[in-house]
């Protein structure tokens, strides 16, 4: 038995009740304190120091602030109306594309050893050089970026589902086999819902992956987005305007990624409490 | 051993070759349907201004494989294909390093005591939040050095991963191992270098992986942003002179991504002598 | 920090050995959680086990012998309460290395060959490589693994490598051995065979083992006296002297005397269940 696996804990007692407003502020206090620091450094030049950095190379905190005021309609219809469908829609057709190739690869032996490592090597391949290539395809607008994010995110999903649905151990399958289940429903009952953590791993990967692979399709080949916000605003040197559009940028990542975690919560609550149980 | 593994990456060999084949025919028959005789070589070398528009992007959309070959290896092209990507390579690497070793010490700093953890762990997280990459024009502009641009990027895509997973790493171990050391009375320094580090190596290396290739991935969309030198340039400066820098366009997408191949490769093979003596490596057996 | 071996396990056996006692409880209790959610584990606990002596605790499930077992290696500290090792503090026991332990799980490194998994006590406590070396050696052979030295614990089944635990385990000559269900995870014949294994090498090295297990049989074959052992909270019902002539044998287990005190032990064991 591997010395790193989970091994048998020691016999404890119920914990010390603690009072729920006591861990909640345990848990964000760290956080939020380092975060007011941090952000308080910035302010008075801290970070101007350490660089030699100038205003017009890093703008202040309350600059990027009073951008997200100014131009917090744009940056909202941008994010809300142009950027997020574009990686929440290339995610989800991603994840399901990957998800049916991963299905279609368990199928038969070849397919397995031959074409699932080609598919794998895509997450090695820089899908954003492609974009001028999505361009010529869907044109300027949201479709081609789609494409991109839908690449992007594809080869994790592959590679996780795969591994959720055809790495189990013998066991259950055997039992699968005794109860004479047929292979659709080894599927429905087995092997998916096994796959189901591995999944939303992969989702969780693609959340990252969405933003940047929309963010930076919109660079030089969109007319509206996030992306163009940035660059067009980088261009111009117009600093924290930029960096307001990349506080949107996360603030959308942040929402995909809530959006995928509660989805998890709600689908397999077995595992995320699982997750809760710490040393 | 060697005719296994001869007989495991034999399917992939097959299944590239046939990919290019198939490849070759949709191009060939896209090609033939929307571009008629009497333009074809033109749609092809792009010295024929009299293409159409629309004709004379046949070949970047979807080129003939064959050429984009022919213009890998045609030493012209060299400097712009494989010398280029040695440029991005190297950041990438470099990045790589620094990256990791920042990923693993913030790790074992976080592996210290559960306050420090839960003050670093909610920023090494939300960090991935921000589109890094998108901070790659940002950082440019603030260091005016694209070198040093690259490597930054290069760095902070890595460093997460590794921190995350080394953490995990140092942290799951066997309640009756700790027990043993503490029954030797062993320093902390030597739980960790007898039983913390080698056990969370694994881990490292999944991350590691991982890393190799979004370093690669990050050197080069910092390129696309305008740097001088590396194969994001060469993708950036022939995507916009038409049909005669197709194959050059689709030659240099290749080099990109034999760069994150590769790389990916050499860490699995360092690790397949670091964790040598893991199962998996030793039985070798098939499946 | 001990580096010489010899000297402390020499000087501190001759201690113990003047004493009689190696370890030795005085109303030792055991409560887990504070205030009024505490968990009693241990109540009032008194024992003597002599240098040399072979002790199996015995009890229903949540006896606490696990707890008791770790008290004295000080892994736990007790709630009220005295423990000596070796006429000192468990701290001070542990500190100055004088205990080896040996879990239900091997708890060997996956890193390292069965001779670096042995060696790693030698190492924690620096001993120069070449006697190192030997030392894991001489205890391989002593457990009949010498030439699986270069291999790795994946390769050898759960009966041997529980012996490259306990060849481990003695590496460093501790005075006293902790052993917590070692051979539970086993099936019976591996089991008995490494009984057997477990006293020639008790006999060649005389240390003073304190055995935790579940099996009435295990405990009466191995030591010279089983301590059955209340549910919570833990406190020793009975100590049965096994007076079974040594060295034992396979055939000790099919003697008249082994059953009548087989049956002893489960009649203070049906005592203390109801």
């Known amino acids: ?279 | 051993m060697a005719a296994a593994r001869l007989g495991r990456r034999l399917p992939v060999g097959l299944a590239l070759l046939g990919l290019l084949v198939a490849w070759e025919l949709v191009a060939w028959l896209y090609f033939t349907a929307s571009v008629p005789p009497a333009f074809q070589a033109g749609a092809i070398s792009g010295a024929d201004p009299s293409v159409p528009a629309d004709m004379r992007v046949v070949q970047t959309k979807l080129p003939l494989p064959h050429l984009v070959l022919a213009a890998l290896v045609d030493p012209s092209n060299a400097g712009q294909l494989w010398l280029a990507g040695l440029i991005t390579l190297r950041s990438a690497v470099l990045g790589f390093v620094v990256g990791g070793a920042i990923g693993f010490g913030l790790a074992l700093l976080m592996a210290q005591s559960r306050p420090i953890e839960r003050s670093l762990l909610p920023y090494a997280i939300a960090s991935q939040m921000v589109p890094v990459i998108a901070l790659g024009p940002i950082v440019y502009s603030m260091f005016k050095d694209e070198t040093v641009a690259r490597v930054l990027i290069a760095a902070y895509v890595t460093f997460f991963p590794v921190t995350i997973n080394s953490l995990k790493g140092l942290r799951s171990i066997d309640p009756n191992a700790l027990a043993l050391m503490t029954s030797l009375a062993a320093s902390r320094a030597q739980v960790y270098l007898k039983l913390r580090i080698p056990a969370a190596l694994p881990y490292v290396f999944a991350a590691l992986k991982i890393a190799a290739t979004t370093s690669v991935i990050g050197a080069i969309v910092v390129e696309l942003m305008g740097a001088q030198q590396g194969i994001g340039v060469t993708i950036l400066r022939t995507q916009y002179y038409g049909p005669a820098n197709a194959y050059k366009l689709w030659g240099a997408i290749v080099v990109a991504s034999l760069l994150g191949i590769i790389f990916f490769q050499a860490v699995a093979a360092v690790e397949r002598v670091v964790l040598r003596w893991q199962p998996e490596f030793r039985a070798e057996a098939g499946g | 920090m001990a580096n010489r071996l010899d000297a402390v396990s020499d000087s501190d056996g001759a201690a113990a050995a003047a004493d009689g006692r190696a370890i030795m409880l005085r109303s030792v209790s055991m409560v887990f959680g504070g205030g009024s959610g505490g968990v009693q584990a241990l109540q009032n606990v008194d024992l003597d086990v002599r240098s040399g002596e072979f002790v199996s605790l015995i009890g229903p499930s949540g006896c606490g012998k696990s707890t008791l077992l770790r008290l004295i290696g000080d892994l736990l500290q007790p709630s009220a309460g005295t423990l000596s090792v070796n006429g000192k503090t468990p701290r001070q026991a542990r500190l100055g290395r004088e205990y080896g332990i040996v879990f239900q799980q091997p708890v060997l490194y996956d890193w390292r060959t069965v001779l670096a998994n042995v060696q790693l006590p030698l190492e924690v406590m620096q001993v120069p490589a070449a006697e190192r070396r030997s030392r894991a050696l001489e205890l391989l052979r002593l457990v009949g693994l010498e030439e699986f030295a270069d291999r790795y614990p994946w390769q050898l089944s759960g009966g041997m490598q529980q012996r490259v635990s306990i060849a481990r385990a003695l590496s460093f000559r501790p005075a006293v051995l902790l052993m917590d269900e070692p051979f539970g995870a086993l099936d019976e014949m591996t089991r008995e065979r490494l009984n057997r294994e477990l006293l020639n090498v008790w006999s060649d090295t005389h240390t003073a083992i304190v055995f935790v297990t579940h099996s009435i049989a295990e405990a009466v074959f191995l030591s010279d006296r089983v301590v059955v052992m209340s549910p919570r909270p833990g406190r020793v019902e009975a100590i049965v002297s096994i007076d079974l002539p040594r060295p034992r044998a396979a055939e000790t287990r099919d003697e008249p005397r082994f059953f009548e005190l087989v049956a002893t032990v489960r009649r203070h064991l049906r005592e203390v269940d109801e």
């Not at chain 1, 189990?168 to 189901?196: C, G, N, Y």
């Not at chain 1, 992306?227 to 307001?244: E, F, T, Y």
């Open chain 1, 1 to 279: 038995m591997s010395v790193v696996a989970a091994g048998p804990a020691l016999e404890r007692a119920a914990p010390r009740p603690v009072s729920r407003r006591g861990v909640r502020l345990a848990s964000w206090g760290p956080p939020l304190g380092i975060l007011v620091v941090l952000l308080g450094a910035w302010q008075v030049g801290v970070f101007h120091a350490l660089f030699g950095l100038r205003e017009f190379q890093l703008p202040y905190p309350l600059q990027i602030a009073q951008a997200l005021v100014d131009r917090g309609d744009v940056l909202w219809r941008d994010a809300v109306l142009i950027t997020g469908p574009e990686a929440l829609g290339g995610l989800a057709i991603g994840a399901l594309a990957g998800l049916g190739a991963a299905v279609v690869c368990g199928g038969a032996g070849w397919l397995r050893r031959g074409v699932l490592p080609i598919l794998a090597s895509l997450n090695s391949i820089p899908i954003i050089a492609i974009s001028p290539i999505a361009v010529l395809w869907l044109g300027f607008g949201q479709p081609s970026k789609i494409a991109v994010v839908a690449l992007m995110t594809f080869a994790p999903m592959v590679v996780n589902a795969f591994k959720g649905l055809y790495s189990i151990d013998p066991a259950p399958l055997e039992l699968m086999t005794a109860l004479s289940a047929s292979p659709a429903q080894v599927f429905w009952k087995l092997r998916l819902p096994h796959a189901l953590p591995y999944i939303f791993t992969a989702l969780k990967v693609g959340t990252t992956l969405a933003m940047i692979g929309a963010v930076v399709a919109e660079f030089f080949n969109a007319q509206r987005g996030l992306g163009v916000d940035l660059s067009n605003n980088i261009q111009v040197a117009k600093m924290p305007i930029a960096w307001a559009a990349i506080v949107a940028a996360a603030l959308v990542g942040l929402v995909l990624f809530g959006l995928v975690s509660l989805a998890e919560r709600a689908i397999i609550p077995w595992h995320v409490s699982f997750r809760t149980q710490e040393e």
